[in-house]
């Protein structure tokens, strides 16, 4: 269908004319303010050809049809009587309803970057409990002490870690945040819970709590703490700032933490506990069906780390059983990876991905790519999934399996669970009937027929001559910065490839440059976004930011205009980092070629760091 007709058929699936309440669109996607979300066909939109995804995120309902989104935009605004927002009334309309979506943002922001010292720690703890099942180590000797401290302090200076890292979330001084925990952790502080009769801070009450391996607190001190930090700052003379500034931060939020913090969230966080193990008492097979059930939902809105609190504080009181239930939902996944490598057949480029994402499910517990590459491809696989994951984690509750420290859920910390019988029992039951559900049922549909499409003409290719392979096309890198595969960007259009492939660069300075000799085919008008295309007629996006539309073109400055000439290293784009992340936007640029189905493969560069127009991506021919 031309525009025209695709802008119609869109407007009368999200409910008609009179459900839009305002439209604005970015690069890739139309974004409807809708009155009522249960009048539009999700179902009935992804159905169209056109359209590569719907996603529902910030208060939006987003509609993905790619590189004419402007045209098929404009063909909806002429048809009909639709308010369209400016970008600042779309970001406050965001922000009302996104404060959920902020904490967890908050939450995800913090832990992220202490997920790998949590995960290798959780590993050594995996390691001691196998060394110890073979009576390979002395449990009452210094290797073993040793090794246990090296496992076990992180998790004991968990505070200290976690304001660190909140702190520089939210772009307070990260280091008087440590200091701030660091002083709930003194030994001093620490001994007042022996202390005999009732405590006090200048005559007020004091609930003396054991903050050792909390996060809660913290993570509630750290918000409190970064406007008091900006506050502060703004009324103090710069000759006395470097002292001033720390001092008031520590001396007023060490005792407000103590005082009010500390207590509320261990009540909440019990509260929490008690419910859960409430739950597992009254029905221990509903429990582990609801838990296993939305685990996999809450990992693809990328909110799952906001759990991972709640998982930690359960540690230290009788072990935390959320955690065995969620690994059910995570073999679960593996077990449909696996079913559909049995199933591929001749698809070359579906085997090879479903074998690599099983194998790095059940050797280092990372499913992302089994969610984003296999299961939101393929969405029939959804309900299979669901329901394997639904049957482990119902055992696993029955047999109240528990784990008492963070490890990944893979096959090698199987010995961090127990009862480790009924832990191996779940996950055996979601990893074989999620493999079976989906070798019998298997992954037809649109897309499915797509990628033996896609399959057949690489196989076509792969029959030419060497020399026919071997023309390939160095796409420069745009910007400079760190690069990170497209399928971990926090974004399932840009990670589910649904735009093509590509690759995705954490910028290390604010300034997008011409990646080869072309024209710019597109400038968004917020700047945030820019369509190139070479001379040899590689078509590629550069997205600066995450949801960096909701801006409005603030921290973005243009140096071209669409239909511009370009040649490789012009300045397009200069962009304010600090600016976006302050904003609260993440600066993480997918560098997409959308024309990827014309090629027979679009490469990674195998560089972790790259400069201005080094290579990226190589685009065989």
């Not at 359960?314 to 065995?324: C, F, T």
């Not at 649904?498 to 597109?522: C, L, Q, R, W, Y």
């Not at 205009?561 to 784009?573: F, P, T």
Request: a neutral charge; hydrophobic letters at 50%; glycine letters at 10%.
């Amino acid at each position: 269908m031309d525009n025209k007709q695709l802008g119609n058929r869109i407007v009368q699936l999200v409910g008609g004319e009179g459900n839009i309440n305002s439209l604005v669109h970015c690069a890739t996607r139309l974004r409807f303010k809708l009155n009522d979300r249960q009048k539009a066909d999700k179902e009935e939109l992804r159905k169209i050809a056109d359209v590569l995804t719907v996603v529902e995120k910030g208060g939006q309902f987003q509609v993905v049809i790619g590189n004419k989104v402007g045209k098929v935009y404009t063909e909806i605004m002429n048809d009909h009587n639709i308010h369209n927002e400016d970008s600042a009334n779309e970001k406050e309309t965001i922000e009302k309803v996104g404060v959920m979506a902020k904490s967890f943002e908050y939450i995800s922001g913090t832990f992220s970057p202490l997920i790998p010292a949590l995960a290798g720690a959780g590993m050594i703890k995996a390691l001691l409990a196998i060394l110890d099942i073979l009576n390979l180590i002395d449990i009452n000797g210094t290797t073993y002490a040793v090794l246990n401290a090296a496992s076990s302090g992180l998790f004991y200076f968990l505070p200290i870690f976690v304001a660190i890292s909140a702190a520089k979330k939210l772009n307070a001084n990260p280091f008087v945040g440590g200091a701030i925990a660091a002083g709930l952790v003194d030994p001093n502080f620490t001994a007042l819970l022996k202390a005999d009769g009732q405590v006090s801070f200048m005559d007020i009450p004091l609930i003396v709590t054991d903050y050792s391996s909390t996060v809660f607190p913290l993570l509630i001190a750290m918000a409190v703490y970064a406007p008091l930090e900006r506050f502060v700052k703004k009324r103090t003379p710069d000759t006395i700032q470097l002292f001033f500034i720390p001092m008031v931060g520590i001396l007023v939020m060490v005792p407000l933490t103590a005082l009010v913090f500390g207590p509320f969230a261990q009540y909440i966080s019990l509260a929490i506990g008690a419910a859960v193990t409430y739950l597992v008492a009254k029905s221990a097979i509903l429990t582990g069906v609801i838990i296993a059930s939305i685990w996999p939902i809450l990992v693809i809105l990328g909110v799952h780390w906001g759990v991972v609190p709640i998982m930690i504080d359960n540690y230290s009181r009788g072990g935390d059983i959320i955690g065995p239930i969620t690994a059910a939902s995570t073999f679960a996944q593996m077990g449909i990876a696996f079913g559909i490598f049995l199933r591929a057949g001749k698809n070359k480029e579906l085997r090879s991905l479903s074998f690599a994402a099983t194998l790095s499910g059940l050797f280092a517990g990372v499913s992302e790519p089994i969610l984003y590459g296999i299961v939101l491809r393929y969405k029939k696989l959804i309900p299979l999934l669901l329901v394997a994951g639904s049957i482990g984690g119902a055992i696993v509750a029955t047999f109240n399996v528990r784990v008492f420290g963070f490890v990944f859920n893979s096959l090698l910390t199987i010995p961090a669970y127990s009862p480790t019988l009924g832990y191996i029992l779940g996950i055996g039951a979601s990893f074989l009937s999620a493999t079976i559900l989906a070798f019998v049922f298997g992954t037809e549909g649109k897309k499915k027929v797509a990628a033996d499409k896609a399959e057949k003409a690489i196989e076509d290719k792969s029959s030419k001559t060497v020399a026919a392979l071997d023309k390939t096309y160095d796409l420069s890198a745009p910007l400079k910065g760190e690069v990170m595969p497209l399928e971990n960007v926090d974004d399932a259009v840009f990670s589910s490839g649904a735009m093509g492939k590509g690759v995705a660069i954490e910028p290390a300075e604010g300034m997008v440059s011409a990646p080869f000799d072309g024209n710019v085919v597109t400038l968004f008008p917020t700047k945030h976004a820019i369509g190139l295309i070479s001379e040899n007629g590689v078509e590629v996006l550069i997205h600066i930011g995450l949801d960096t539309v909701q801006l409005g073109g603030k921290y973005f400055d243009a140096h071209v205009e669409a239909g511009s000439a370009v040649k490789k290293g012009d300045k397009l784009v200069t962009f304010d980092i600090e600016g976006i992340k302050k904003a609260g936007y993440k600066a993480t640029t997918p560098v997409i070629v959308t024309n990827t189905a014309e090629y027979l493969d679009v490469v990674q560069t195998k560089s972790r760091f790259v400069t201005l127009e080094e290579p990226i991506l190589t685009i065989v021919k």
